[in-house]
């Protein structure tokens, strides 16, 4: 048995590029025989300043999303990562392995700071640090996420790796990422050049988990596309950069291979093809979140879930955190 483990965000609402890229593969998963933790960072959220209240309710909007969209905290360990303070800790060391030059290589930190470098927390830089740490200090060894994590789990296993050497052990074990190749990478719905994200300032650019049919029908009707019909086959496609982004929504969301749609709508414009797809989209993402605003009714069973998570998660990052402060020769704390 391998031990899977994953985190998102609790800042915004999660997007249909968080849920197709990550969220269904960590329900998938749950069928398998590995262990799934999964974790609302919470301890990344504050690189950039949160509000605290808005916060806490992201965490719970988050959590309840989590469920709604079918992870079970009986199958799964589901908790808030600042509540088990071995992240931290184990963060702290890795602080002291990572070299500033590999930070300075990460690309989601020159694109989050851009030319503000000297104002952003330093949080944010060493931020990918603390990534590794929670993954490590589960010794888990995969990582379902979408592609623009890909550098910061290379960053994971060059520190593990360092450790190991510095202190000769061989202690912290490889990570190996699991992407959903074709849902790796969902585009913006206003720049097929650009990702869809919770922080982008325009909501017309993302589908939010939580939208409504109305929205969601408008948000389609209004994405970018190109004056060009459908072509019939998929090599058509490569220079149509927002074309080839809404077909790969429509085939993960409706099961359905992307020869057989395109197949289907080759040589019309985009108007039938955007009608199908916004049914296919309010029939998968409604329910998650009437779901999700169900979950949210009842904080109580929330905290309850989380709680019980937090003691599971703590039961297995803190003999190995502990191990790693041996290693590096700290004295024993109290028991
Ligand atoms: P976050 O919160 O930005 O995103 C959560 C997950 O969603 C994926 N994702 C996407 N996938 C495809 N297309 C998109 N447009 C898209 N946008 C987001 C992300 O790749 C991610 O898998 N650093 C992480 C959280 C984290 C983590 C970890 C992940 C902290 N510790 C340990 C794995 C293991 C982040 O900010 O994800």
Known sequence: ???????????GIATLGNYLGALRNWVALQ??????????????AITTFQDPATLREQTYAMAALLLACGIDPERSVLFHQSAVSAHARLAWIFNCVARMGWLKRMTQFKDKAGKNQEEVSTGLFVYPNLMAADIHAYHATKVPVGDDQLQH??????IAERFNRDFGVNFFPRIEPIV?????????LRDGNKKMSKSDTSDQSRINMTDDADTIAQKIRKAKTDPEPLPDNLAALAERPEARNLLGIFAAVSGESQETILARFAGSGFGPFKS????ALVAHVEPIGQRTRDYLT??????????VGTIKAAAIAEPITKEAERIVGFLPGAA
């Open 276 to 279: 199908a797809l916004t049914e």
């Open 298 to 307: 009842d904080k109580a069973e929330l905290n309850r879930i989380l709680q």
């Open 1 to 11: 048995m391998a031990r899977i483990f994953s985190g998102i965000q609790p800042t």
């Open 153 to 158: 789990i290379e960053l994971a296993n060059d």
């Open 180 to 188: 959903l190749k074709e849902t790796a990478r969902v585009m913006s």
């Open 31 to 44: 069928q398998g025989a590995d262990e799934c933790i999964y974790c609302l960072v919470d301890l990344h």
